[in-house]
């Protein structure tokens, strides 16, 4: 099953399905498990119902929370936003910028747990967790540098040059963009063995998503937002 095959609502039956299996397939559904205290990876073959009834959890609130980790797509946006700076830096911020920050540390934690437990696997990702740890901190430099200084320039000045902050811009997505190649060759382009346990499957599942959510993030500005405030050759 893949993440766009998932449920997307509450009322979706998340209750019939495995703790291992919603690990593997929702990215970000190990945050909420583990802020549950379920065990999505030695007790994985437990369904999400069993393992609530078993904890004595309300089942209506760990299926809300994982319906709002079902990915969202730019595809139905309105076309108004693409061209309306002040609509478009929300949806940025919000579909982007708020996911990174909450996506990433979890995946930092699920990489060092992989790190640790399987530390003598041939093919485990050894650095994985501080390479992420070093992307999430430039990151939260970067996203902090749009938030409070571009994106409030562009608020106030629709349809000015800002050629020279929007370059600086660019380069750190250049950065950004070999770091995430650092991941792949580290990962082996997400390739698991064969014996990966739930907890390195949900890890990879994760990167996955952040991996297109990047590509997405950054198109969106490069090429969308940028250009409202750059010279036209």
Not at 167 to 191: C, F, K, P, Y
């Amino acid at each position: 099953m893949h993440s766009q095959d998932l449920p997307a609502s509450s009322s979706s039956p998340f209750a019939t399905l495995p703790l291992g299996q919603l690990a593997r397939d929702l990215p970000g559904s190990t945050a909420v498990f583990r802020r549950h205290r379920l065990d999505f990876c030695c007790g994985g073959d437990m369904t999400l119902e069993a393992a609530a009834q078993a904890r004595q959890l309300d089942l209506a609130t760990i299926e809300r929370e994982l319906s709002e980790l079902s990915p969202q797509s730019l595809d139905d946006t309105p076309t108004d936003t693409l061209h309306d700076p002040d609509a478009l830096i929300d949806l940025i911020v919000s579909r982007f910028h708020d996911v990174h920050r909450r996506e990433l540390p979890e995946l930092i934690t699920l990489a060092a747990k992989v790190e640790r437990v399987h530390k003598d696997h041939a093919e485990v990702p050894a650095g994985l967790a501080a390479l992420l740890q070093e992307m999430l901190d430039e990151l939260q430099e970067h996203m902090q540098k749009e938030e409070q200084i571009l994106f409030p320039m562009m608020r106030r000045n629709p349809g000015a040059v800002l050629t020279p902050p929007i370059s600086r811009m660019r380069a750190e997505h250049d950065d950004h963009g070999r770091m995430l190649q650092r991941v792949q060759d580290l990962t082996r382009d997400l390739r698991l063995p064969a014996e990966a346990c739930n907890t390195w499957r949900a890890l990879y599942a994760g990167l996955d998503k952040f991996t297109a959510d990047f590509m997405q993030h950054v198109h969106t500005e490069n090429n969308i937002l940028f250009p409202q405030f750059e010279e036209q050759a």
